[in-house]
């Protein structure tokens, strides 16, 4: 069965330094992965996707993330954070011919000025 | 823009009681997902919908169901309603081609006393 694990439940991280939330799958079979973004009191969004292709993917407000087939994970990176980021994020993976998404626990991004 | 709109923000219900959910997307989305979010269990899926009159059993459908008699609308019900059924419940829809992405309502915080 797939699963997806967030070991980090909580990311305190001062403003300008970089941050990884990591993310971690298991799955037999081909995987596309997401992070998602809830920011308070809303619903989530979707912040980046790996398909195929480029290992490295980039989304919005300038995340990015690398897919490592080999070690299984997924981890979400920025190299300078704003307060603005102060947010849960969460992990996803779908396997290829289904619709079902599996998420992670989340990590919580606090970012401290 | 893209919407889905999920009727309550805040639900206050009494244990016992029957409790209908609603979710509204414009989107002319094909599927529809219902996911209850608690802390440090991220999301779980409850149910999923992938036409009209179709449904699947997610990872904890025990205490719920659903009802999908019109395209935009995903509606879940909780029979009877139950303390431990006090969470945030998070509904999303989606549509091939781009599976992919799923598109989330703002959530209700469901009380259940």
């Known amino acids: 069965a797939q699963s997806v694990t967030q070991l980090d439940s909580q990311v305190p991280v001062f403003e300008e330094a970089p941050v990884e939330l990591r993310c971690n799958y298991s799955?037999?079979?081909?995987?596309?992965l997401f992070w998602y973004v809830q920011y308070p009191n809303q619903g989530l969004q979707l912040l980046l996707k790996?398909?195929?292709?480029?290992?490295l993917v980039k989304g919005i407000n300038g995340f990015e993330a690398e897919f490592n087939k080999s070690q299984t994970s997924f981890h979400l990176r920025k190299p300078s954070v704003h307060i603005s980021d102060t947010a849960e994020y969460f992990c996803?993976?779908?396997?290829?011919?289904?619709?079902?998404?599996?998420f992670g626990t989340g990590t919580r991004l606090k970012v401290l000025a | 823009d893209v919407k889905v709109t999920q009727s309550s923000r805040y639900l206050v219900k009494r244990t016992g009681e029957k409790v209908f959910l609603e979710c509204v997307q414009d989107?002319?989305?094909?599927?529809m997902f219902w996911y209850r979010q608690d802390p440090g269990l991220g999301l779980r899926l409850i149910y999923f919908?992938?036409?009209?009159?179709?449904?699947e059993k997610g990872d904890i459908p025990e205490g719920y169901s659903v009802s999908r008699e019109k395209k935009e609308r995903f509606s879940l019900i909780l029979e009877s309603a139950s303390t431990n059924q006090t969470s945030m419940y998070l509904c999303?829809?989606?549509?091939?081609?781009?599976?992919?992405?799923?598109?989330f309502g703002s959530g209700t915080q469901l009380s259940v006393l």
């Open positions: 799955s037999s079979v081909s995987v596309y």
């Open positions: 989107m002319d989305h094909e599927n």
């Open positions: 999303a829809s989606s549509s091939p081609p781009r599976p992919e992405k799923l598109f």
């Open positions: 919908s992938y036409d009209v009159k179709m449904k």
């Open positions: 790996y398909l195929s292709g480029s290992t």
């Open positions: 996803a993976v779908r396997t290829s011919g289904t619709y079902k998404y599996i």
